[in-house]
């Protein structure tokens, strides 16, 4: 029922395109169109965060590792859900973008676990309501994109978001607790002491 119900949605949003939107979302699926908003956000909390930083990274390294492989090796290898582009039933209705597919499976989208990932990271860390707003519109664009491109169901998308979330928001909870039981109390990371 379920599944009926998720293949139907995606049918109706992925059928809403055009070839300017193609491109569009073919970039905003893209990574490396990112990396100037993954440095805007390290410098902001540099900013916040001062000597600190480097720890945080090495949390946030952890927290994007985890968000990545958990979603391939936990969920799209045990669960092995067709992609719509791969699905029989389907596949000749999906609009597909520059023919790719991507691997097999779709369940959960590593692309929606990775930008939930960092928006969740991010937002615990600056906390401002405009940003907040700013970088989970941004997630889920990212993660609509993939419907779009006819590479996941928004079932893929939200067990992704929900993964993506769930670790991010696990690795703030670790760090604070390092903070709060080791880094605190550092002449290094607190040198006003």
Known sequence: MLELLDQKVFLFLN?????????????????????????AIIWWMFRIYGRKLPVILLFIIVAVILA??????FFKNTFQRLRPCHEPAIKDMVHLVNNKCGGLYGFVSSHASNSFNVAVLSLLHI???????????????????????????PGDIIGGALLGSAIGYTIVKLYNLTDKRLLSHREYFNPQQ
């Open 15 to 39: 059928s809403i395109n055009s070839p300017f939107f193609d491109t569009i979302m073919v970039a905003i699926s893209g990574k490396l169109i990112w990396v100037p908003l993954y440095f």
């Open 68 to 73: 990545d492989q958990v979603s391939v090796a």
């Open 127 to 153: 906390r401002q309501k405009w940003f907040s707003v700013a970088i989970l519109t941004w997630a889920a664009v990212v993660g609509y994109s993939r419907i779009y491109l006819g590479v996941h169901y």
